[in-house]
């Protein structure tokens, strides 16, 4: 077995240094407080008003406040490794962990893997949350698409996490990372849609996204989608480490 994969006691640090970050814990915390209660406020201000009120796609509809829910997750990635970047905090680590490999996949692994728990609880609590609210507009929780949905959502929020983390990385800025990221989803992938639909399926968020689509005749399919935002994450992820590998500390 590989000296450089994580072990628990590495792990178990990387939870104990996001636990004792208020910025980091705080924002995944977020990422589970503003999609449930955006998607529960706003279903229950507008869901029942007509048919489509929230979105054209019923399923996409139902997970609204995604919007919102992955600048959270954005934060929660980029903070949990910007903090090793301030005040030699990286060096200290070092000296405890002196792999660099098994410290950046351990901080990578508890990174995700929270990212995915959370998420996982956030998309149920969101879809039922906001189901409850629509009237005769609501969707059955088992109707076509909801499981897939509901998974999809949580991977995608975990998977975007990780490619703030690993853009985290590499710039060693969680400030530059988020004012890269939160207007390229809200909105430079809506222009590009606009402009080119056939470019714009493989974007990040468009990718991602056909998880919670009920109408899948458009775009890549829903597996596919969440593969290509996988794709994205496993890429920031290694030029992260790379760059974690090669640069001082």
Not at 18 to 41: D, H, Y
Not at 91 to 118: I, W
């Amino acid at each position: 077995m590989s000296t450089a994969l994580p072990t628990v006691p590495v792990l178990h640090s990387e939870w104990i240094k996001i636990r004792s970050l208020r910025g980091t814990l705080g924002a995944l915390i977020t990422v589970f407080a503003a999609t449930v209660g955006i998607q529960v406020l706003t279903a229950s201000l507008i869901g029942t008003a007509e048919a489509g009120s929230m979105g054209e796609d019923p399923l996409l509809a139902a997970f609204y406040s995604l919007n919102f829910g992955q600048i959270a997750a954005f934060a929660f990635g980029a903070t949990a490794l910007s903090s090793e970047f301030h005040n030699s905090a990286l060096r200290t680590s070092l000296t405890a962990v002196p792999n660099r490999t098994r410290l950046y996949l351990s901080k990578m692994a508890m990174v995700g893997g929270l990212a995915f728990v959370v998420g996982q609880l956030t998309a149920l609590a969101t879809f039922i949350g906001g189901q409850a609210f629509m009237g005769p507009y609501t969707l059955e929780l088992g109707s076509t698409g909801t499981y897939r949905a509901i998974f999809g959502c949580g991977a995608y929020l975990a998977l975007m996490a990780l490619l703030a983390a690993g853009l985290t990385a590499v710039l060693r800025s969680a400030a530059a990372v988020l004012s890269l990221l939160i207007p390229f989803t809200l909105i430079v992938s809506f222009v590009l849609a606009a402009k080119s639909e056939g470019i714009a399926q493989y974007l990040p968020d468009r990718a991602g996204q056909m998880m919670m689509r009920l109408d899948t005749s458009v775009g890549l399919a829903p597996w596919s989608g969440l593969g290509v935002l996988a794709l994205w994450a496993l890429v920031a992820v290694t030029a992260g480490w790379l760059s974690v590998r090669r640069r001082d500390a």
